[in-house]
């Protein structure tokens, strides 16, 4: 079992920035894959970034260039540095880990992009 815990989301304006955090209650040397995804109201979850344990990088093409995931073993921790935030980047976004091939997930944390 893998716990994953969600923090840095809020309510940035256009154009703004944020950063997610996603704390691993196992080592992530010992995850397969970390990723982040999101959902918007209405719309199915979607992929916006996901990074391996042999360290390949894959973004959403509605991401890239904007948003960067990147790991810190140290604290097992996953982030996703998000910059020129725009409204449809409105959701809720969950973090998920691939262990031991299971997926499991965190219950999310809401980002809002409002003016």
């Known amino acids: 079992q893998v716990q994953l815990v969600e923090s840095g989301g809020g309510l940035v304006q256009p154009g703004g920035s944020l950063r997610l955090s996603c704390a691993a209650s196992v080592s992530i040397f010992s995850i397969y894959a970390m990723g982040w995804y999101r959902q918007a109201p209405g719309k199915e979850r979607e992929l916006v970034a996901t990074?391996?344990?042999?360290?390949?990088?894959d973004y959403a093409d509605s991401v890239k260039g904007r948003f960067t995931i990147s790991s810190e073993h140290a604290k097992n921790t996953v982030y996703l540095q998000m910059n020129s935030l725009k409204p449809e980047d409105t959701a809720v976004y969950y973090c998920?880990?691939?262990?031991?091939?299971?997926?499991?997930w965190g219950r999310g944390t809401q980002v809002t992009v409002s003016s």
């Open positions: 990074i391996s344990s042999g360290s390949r990088i």
């Open positions: 998920n880990a691939v262990y031991r091939y299971a997926n499991f």
